[in-house]
């Protein structure tokens, strides 16, 4: 084994370590908050089972109007679909998850069945 091989050995082993060290120490730290705050602290993560961008199976908007789908209206105020921005819509939906059907040339969005905009639909 040469210098080298040996240095990044050392080097994989120590951020192991550290690695190890920085688990244990958060563990302890949280361990001496009270369980209230334990729970509230909690990290979760969500991984979605269909791939990135489609509707998730047996959604009942998807099943009841074909071209339906549904976006998160982003900081800039706009929705994207088939990766072209469409809106402003109001600064009160950003974040929101809004209904989106594509018809006739065009793209209709709504939330909780109150139209919020209609755009023509580019190509």
């Given at each position: 084994m040469n210098?080298?091989?040996?240095?990044?050995?050392?080097?994989?082993?120590?951020?192991?370590?550290v690695?190890?060290?920085?688990?244990?120490?958060?563990?302890?730290?949280?361990?001496?908050l009270p369980s209230s705050v334990q729970d509230s602290i909690q990290e979760?993560?969500?991984?979605?089972?269909?791939?990135?961008?489609?509707?998730?199976?047996?959604?009942?908007?998807?099943?009841?109007v074909p071209g339906s789908m549904t976006r998160k209206v982003g900081r800039n105020r706009r929705i994207s679909v088939h990766g072209k921005l469409y809106g402003p819509l109001d600064g009160e939906y950003?974040?929101?998850?809004?209904?989106?059907?594509?018809?006739d040339g065009a793209i209709v969005v709504s939330l909780d069945?109150?139209?919020?905009?209609?755009?023509?639909?580019?190509?």
């Open positions: 210098s080298r091989q040996v240095r990044w050995i050392v080097a994989m082993l120590s951020g192991g370590v690695a190890w060290f920085a688990v244990r120490r958060r563990q302890e730290l949280l361990s001496a979760r993560i969500v991984l979605p089972f269909t791939a990135f961008g489609d509707p998730p199976p047996n959604d009942p908007l998807t099943e009841a950003i974040g929101q998850q809004v209904d989106v059907v594509e018809t069945g109150q139209q919020l905009g209609t755009f023509a639909a580019e190509e």
